[in-house]
């Protein structure tokens, strides 16, 4: 087993970590994701431009609390000089404990001007960022790659050497090519073979919605981490299931809906008190209440309420009229006097050792 660049909390086989994603990453999400059992965080990507020039808005995207660490604050752009400079005040204003390089962003706005995945068409070019950011802090630098630009330059293992020859101390693979953007199935035996091909930790990423994916993807490929995005919408307990996987142990099923509505409404409580504005904190949190109430009975109604609330008093009201008219559903009943279900094997919103109450006290920008 390969060791990471950075401590871990615990010691948990092999580590999960919540993915960046802009405008989903965030403290709030982040902490709450920690608290059940993602292992280390990444902040969504931030522009090395933004950071060097000193934007409020950027400013905002790096803060955490010393309760999400292990954390990564990952940086974009496509001028090493840059990307240094960007690097060097990161680590001297925010010490996170690591510093990702994203090679992976689709978008085209980013690609355009040769960040994210639009360094992948210029492999020296990768190499001169990684380089220039590794020169530039004390830190672990770390990257995150998608497999190519293309199918003509897919090539997942000489963009992670590269990365890897240039000082990157550990590899995630979302193996898809930035033209695939989200489509098909992510390849994972690339992720296998990138795994036997670098001497650092590779992190294995794409299509993992299930504690029973995390297992298959750890047994197929070897990989040395896991990574989830999607599949933690709506779904941070995610990372319980997963490790209960990854440990051979049964599966906590899905939690009823009280619960589920319980977790989203100390999620959206957070979100704006992290917030300084709290109309603009509650339209952004409307993305979490469609995830949050995707797959319930009559949810499309729910959601239609949901996408008009302005605050969050009208966030509890939609959702207690809700759970008077259709009840807890299935598997909420036996819930403990906080009402998270304690029955063995069942789901328990409680965190890590580090953490054992879900986004407790209010969060601490630094
Ligand atoms: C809403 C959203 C935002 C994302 N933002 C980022 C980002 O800021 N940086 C990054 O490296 N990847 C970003 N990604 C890609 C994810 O980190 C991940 O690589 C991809 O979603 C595949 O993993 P999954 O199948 O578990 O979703 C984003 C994905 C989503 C869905």
Redesign the pocket.
Same mark, same amino acid.
């Given at each position: 087993m390969k060791t990471l660049p950075f401590k871990l909390r615990d010691l948990p086989g092999t580590p999960l970590f919540l =993915?960046?994603?802009?405008?989903?990453s965030e403290s709030p999400f982040r902490r709450l994701c920690r608290s059940f059992g993602a292992d280390v965080v990444l902040t969504?990507?931030v522009s090395a431009e933004g950071i060097v020039r000193g934007s409020g808005r950027t400013a905002h995207y790096l803060r955490f609390d010393e309760e999400e660490r292990p954390i990564g604050i990952?940086i974009f752009g496509a001028d090493p000089g840059t990307m240094a400079e960007a690097a060097t005040l990161v680590t001297e204003v925010y010490e996170p404990d690591f510093v990702d390089i994203?090679f992976?962003?689709p978008v085209k706005k980013v690609v355009k001007r040769n960040g994210g995945s639009g360094c992948l068409r210029d492999l020296a070019l990768v190499g001169r960022i990684v380089r220039a950011v590794a020169d530039a802090t004390p830190l672990p630098v770390t990257a995150?790659i998608r497999s190519g630009f293309d199918e003509a330059t897919r090539d997942p293992v000489a963009i992670g050497r590269t990365c890897r020859d240039a000082g990157a101390r550990m590899v995630t693979l979302?193996p898809r090519t930035r033209a695939d953007m989200?489509s098909g199935r =992510?390849r994972w035996d690339e992720i296998a073979v990138l795994t036997r091909a670098l001497d650092v930790p590779v992190i294995g990423?794409?299509?993992?919605r299930s504690g029973e994916d995390a297992r298959r993807m750890r047994e197929r490929t070897g990989c040395d981490g896991i990574?989830?995005?999607?599949?933690s919408h709506g779904a941070p307990w995610l990372f319980h299931q997963a490790r209960a996987a990854l440990n051979g142990e049964p599966v906590p099923g899905e939690p009823g809906v009280r619960t589920r509505f319980r977790i989203c409404i100390r999620h959206a409580e957070h979100a704006v008190a992290f917030e300084d504005d709290a109309d603009k904190a509650v339209r952004e949190f409307r993305k979490h209440l469609g995830w949050y109430t995707k797959g319930l009975p009559e949810g499309r109604r729910l959601r239609q309420r949901l996408f008009q609330v302005r605050d969050l008093l009208e966030v509890r009201e939609v959702l207690g009229r809700y759970l008077d008219r259709n009840g807890d559903g299935k598997g909420d009943r036996n819930g403990d006097r906080r009402g998270f279900s304690t029955r063995p094997g069942g789901f328990i919103v409680t965190g890590s050792r580090a953490n054992p109450d879900p986004l407790r006290g209010a969060p601490a920008g630094r």
């Open positions: =993915a960046p994603q802009a405008g989903v969504e990507f990952q994203n992976g962003c995150k979302h989200y =992510a990423n794409g299509d993992v990574m989830i995005a999607r599949g």
